[in-house]
């Protein structure tokens, strides 16, 4: 019986696990054609046509692990990966230039576009896979996958470096602030911390919020392995009130209670008489022995008796 319950509690979290994949990948998929139909209705075809079809890797990196999932191949590891490649690509396609830009437009410009902000939303998307784990390995592979991008733009030979202290504590004037700020190929160290701060301080909240989700719905079926395995012995009412009092069953519990004790007059003359009654009834059902049996039988009592 134990072996049974198991077995249930490991379907009902495997059928929630796939619940969420589920939504996942339709949410990726409705993200991905609300952007496909922004780009198609925004762009000239001939730019519209690339980004489409980046879109629609975007939309591989979801559907191979969903279907590998389905068939029963879709273990963490293999969404782990395809999140690193979410992460890598996403962040490739921020920072390097877009062949269709303006000329002279830098990668140092790119590190200071909006873009960046991608990168939480695909954070904030990890959160519907209701896996912890899943939502940190999301939130290192996007750490990891910008920071690299960052540090290959600091190591262009182009690229000026500049600290918060290089601009704050050099006495500059706000013109020369400004110059050097702006500049088409300065790039900040001090907006890579903060992004990254940004990255881990959005991954710890989903993290948490991911956990307690997850603990609510184990809790969930928690009860409802309670309601199954007491529905056998009391009845609904009673399962009712022992689930939703939140005690166990074997915790004490000390409440006034009152005795009534009542005596029946004559009682026991009743029940003797009953039992009288009951035994002639059973003892007449047997077949009464000949007469010459129960002459020898008084006979027999007599010699006994003397």
């Not at 629609?56 to 963490?76: C, E, H, Q």
């Not at 690193?84 to 437009?105: H, K, T």
């Not at 899943?134 to 000026?160: D, F, H, M, R």
């Not at 008489?273 to 007599?302: E, K, L, Q, W, Y």
Request: proline content about 5%.
């Amino acid at each position: 019986m134990e072996t049974t319950i198991d077995q249930q509690w490991d379907a009902d979290v495997a059928r929630e696990d796939g619940a969420s994949l589920t939504y996942m990948f339709r949410s990726r998929v409705l993200v991905l054609a609300l952007l496909a139909l922004w780009v198609t209705v925004t762009l000239p075809l001939e730019r519209s046509s690339v980004y489409l079809a980046v879109l629609f890797l975007f939309f591989l990196f979801g559907a191979i692990p969903y279907v590998l999932s389905l068939r029963g191949y879709g273990s963490t590891q293999v969404f782990a990966v395809f999140l690193f490649l979410d992460a890598a690509v996403l962040s490739y396609l921020l920072i390097f230039p877009n062949p269709y830009g303006l000329d002279g437009w830098s990668p140092q410009m790119n590190l200071r576009a909006p873009g960046f902000l991608y990168l939480g939303l695909f954070l904030v998307y990890m959160s519907l896979s209701y896996k912890p784990k899943l939502v940190v390995w999301a939130g290192i592979a996007a750490a990891v996958s910008w920071s690299a991008g960052y540090l290959w733009v600091i190591g262009l030979p182009q690229t000026q470096v500049f600290t918060s202290q290089d601009v704050l504590g050099a006495g500059l004037s706000l013109e020369a602030v400004f110059d050097r700020v702006l500049d088409p190929n300065a790039v900040g160290m001090a907006r890579l911390v903060n992004q990254i701060v940004f990255l881990v301080a959005v991954t710890l909240i989903l993290t948490l919020t991911v956990w307690r989700s997850r603990k609510l719905v184990y809790r969930q079926l928690a009860l409802e392995r309670q309601r199954s395995s007491l529905s056998r012995y009391f009845s609904p009412n009673l399962v009712q009130e022992l689930t939703s009092s939140g005690r166990s069953l074997g915790e004490a519990k000390t409440q006034p209670v009152a005795v009534l004790f009542c005596r029946h007059g004559g009682f026991h003359d009743d029940i003797g008489m009953s039992f009288t009654r009951r035994s002639d009834r059973a003892a007449s059902r047997f077949p009464r022995p000949p007469r010459a049996d129960r002459v020898g039988s008084r006979r027999h009592n007599r010699q006994i008796h003397r």
